[in-house]
């Protein structure tokens, strides 16, 4: 018996294993991907963010107490490595910039459009021109207090919508930050979510790609399907 016994059929287990992912921001969505994604034995996970544990994100992120004031990512780190020793885990205590290199496969948890924009736009120009859709993913994840929005890009066509529908100011986005009100058990439906189009990808399925879900009444709408044949070439 492995970490892998009781899914493999469900998820291509070689894949996984082989599987290198980039989260930037580990607050409430990005440290539940994380979590997630070593327990199920992912390779590799670079960590990316610049703001440290407070008392106030116990409640909504699922830090330990004695994890207040340290660099989330180094807090996350620890964590990951008690869960999954063999789950290598990188990490950038600092904002997402220039100087940070995109991985193919990106979780964007953060909580601004402007960064937001600023992490996706160096993704696509890095990575959408010169791969297939089948090496490459970058999933979004918007949450409010009792629904969230899930989003993933792998090809142009993709882009596109997300520009279109997806990326505005910050001035008409939900004027309530997801540091302001959430619940835990919300942030890991959220990332749950995230995870599960990642798993699609994964296994070359068609994604959704674009939908919402109501964690209170357990609701969800989807918005855009990925185009059939997209993921073929």
């Not at 993913?137 to 997806?166: I, N, Q």
């Not at 070359?204 to 185009?227: N, T």
Request: proline share 3%; with cysteine; charged share 25%.
């Amino acid at each position: 018996m492995s970490r892998t016994t009781r899914y493999e059929g469900l998820l291509p287990v070689e894949a996984l294993k082989g599987s290198k992912v980039m989260i930037v921001g580990v607050g409430a969505g990005g440290r539940q991907v994380a979590v997630q994604l070593a327990v199920m034995g992912v390779g590799g996970l670079c960590l990316v963010d610049y703001d440290q544990v407070e008392e106030v994100n116990l409640g909504t992120q699922g830090w330990e107490v004695n994890q207040v004031g340290l660099p989330k990512v180094e807090a996350c780190r620890a964590t990951l490595r008690g869960i999954n020793p063999l789950c290598r885990v990188t990490v950038e205590n600092r904002a997402f910039c220039d100087q940070i290199a995109p991985w193919p496969v990106l979780f964007c948890c953060v909580d601004s459009m402007q960064a937001r924009k600023r992490v996706f736009e160096a993704w696509a120009s890095t990575h959408l021109a010169r791969s297939r859709p089948r090496d490459v993913l970058f999933l979004d994840a918007r949450m409010a207090a009792g629904s969230c929005r899930v989003l993933s890009v792998a090809d142009e066509d993709d882009a596109t919508y997300y520009r279109k529908e997806a990326l505005f100011g910050d001035e008409e986005a939900l004027q309530e930050g997801c540091t302001t009100r959430g619940t835990f058990y919300g942030a890991y439906i959220d990332a749950g979510l995230l995870v599960s189009e990642w798993a699609r990808w994964l296994r070359g399925e068609e994604r959704l790609r674009d939908f919402l879900f109501s964690f209170d009444m357990g609701v969800s709408q989807i918005l855009c399907r990925q185009e059939k044949g997209a993921e073929e070439n």
